[in-house]
């Protein structure tokens, strides 16, 4: 148990679905991420949230959409999806930013794209 | 553009014995460098560190080393267990950068 909890563990979605995956942490960090891992390739930093604001977007297409209410909670709203989307997707929260501390990584969805 | 590469999918390694897993960069902004360790089904997690003004962090059977000259780092493990099998993922970022990018990961396998 890292303190960083994903719902739901597995998705699978039809390419016209809407779908959202969420992200809570219990550690009292002011910032959050959403990773990108495929099969056989690097984490992907898609999106980060700092102090509740949206600092980073890594050229991520516009069918993936972040949303950060509070401090504590990470969304990422999921709609026509491609087949290629089908990823692990990670949640991690840190203090400071990545290079002030370590980040703790949710369990992850594994969403798979029908 | 893979900045940071780790060219070995898997490693097998008898327990007891030493376990060595090799990143390599490309980026010499870099000055912050993590080990994360991940079992299956569940996500990364934090192992161990190292800034750029050190060039060894030790910690109980963990040590990283670091050649900035060479823009490599290595983990080393030893003595090697069984519960150490998992799959080992290398980070890297710049300071003050939230973009830390990472390698494809090395699957470590510790034979009883």
């Known amino acids: 148990e890292t303190g960083v909890t994903q719902t739901p563990r597995h998705l699978v979605m039809g390419m016209t679905n809407k779908k959202s995956l969420k992200c809570e942490q219990h550690l009292g960090h002011n910032a959050m991420y959403w990773y990108k891992q495929s099969a056989k390739k690097p984490l992907e930093l898609m999106f980060v949230y700092s102090l509740e604001e949206r600092v980073e977007n890594n050229s991520v297409p516009s069918r993936f959409s972040p949303e950060c209410p509070n401090s504590s909670h990470l969304f990422l709203h999921l709609h026509t999806l491609q087949p290629e989307d089908s990823a692990l997707y990670l949640c991690?929260?840190?203090?400071?930013?990545?290079?002030?501390?370590?980040?703790?990584f949710g369990q992850g969805t594994r969403l798979t794209v029908v | 553009d893979q900045q940071v590469k780790q060219n070995s999918p898997s490693l097998s390694v008898q327990e007891g014995r030493i376990s060595i897993l090799n990143c390599d960069y490309t980026n010499s902004m870099f000055d912050y460098f993590l080990w994360y360790k991940k079992y299956p089904a569940e996500g990364p997690t934090f192992l161990i560190s190292?800034?750029?003004?050190?060039d060894k962090n030790e910690d109980g059977r963990f040590t990283v080393f670091l050649n900035k000259s060479a823009k490599h780092l290595s983990l080393h493990i030893v003595p090697s267990q069984p519960g150490d099998s998992a799959v080992y993922f290398c980070a890297a970022s710049a300071f003050n950068n939230n973009d830390m990018r990472f390698g494809a990961g090395t699957r470590l396998t510790v034979k009883p």
């Open positions: 190292i800034s750029s003004i050190k």
């Open positions: 991690a929260s840190s203090q400071g930013g990545m290079t002030q501390g370590k980040a703790f």
